[in-house]
C-alpha cells in the first residue's frame, strides 16, 4: 500500500522560508515522477513542481526562482524549498506520486503566509 506522508506547513510572514517533506511508503519514489501541488480556498488543484524518475524537474511560472522541488533516494522522500513567500502561496499543499497508470495522494499539509 503507497502512503505519502506530509510535514513542514505552518505560518510564516511574507518573504519567508519553509520547507515541506513528504515521505514515500510502499513504492519507490526515485522511479516514479512525484509532484507538489497546491489548492487554495475556492480554487482548483493546480501542479507547483514535479520531479521525474531521471531528476529533471519542472515548476510553475508563478513559483519560478522561489521554489525548488528536490528528492533524497536515500530517505524516499521529496522536498519542497519555499523561499520568499508570498501571501497568495497560502494554500494546502499535497504530495503526489503517479505514472500514467495510478496516482496516490498524500493528506496535505497547510502553508498560510501572513502580510
Known sequence: QVQLVESGGGLVQAGGSLRLSCVASGADASRNTMGWYRQAPGKQRELVAAIRP????????????RFTI???NAK?????????????????YYCNLGSAFYSYWGQGTQVTVST
Open 54 to 65: 531521471g531528476g529533471s524537474t519542472n515548476h510553475a511560472e508563478s513559483v519560478k526562482g
Open 70 to 72: 528536490s528528492r533524497d
Open 76 to 92: 524516499n522522500t521529496v522536498y519542497l524549498q519555499m523561499n520568499g513567500l508570498k501571501p497568495e502561496d497560502t494554500a494546502v
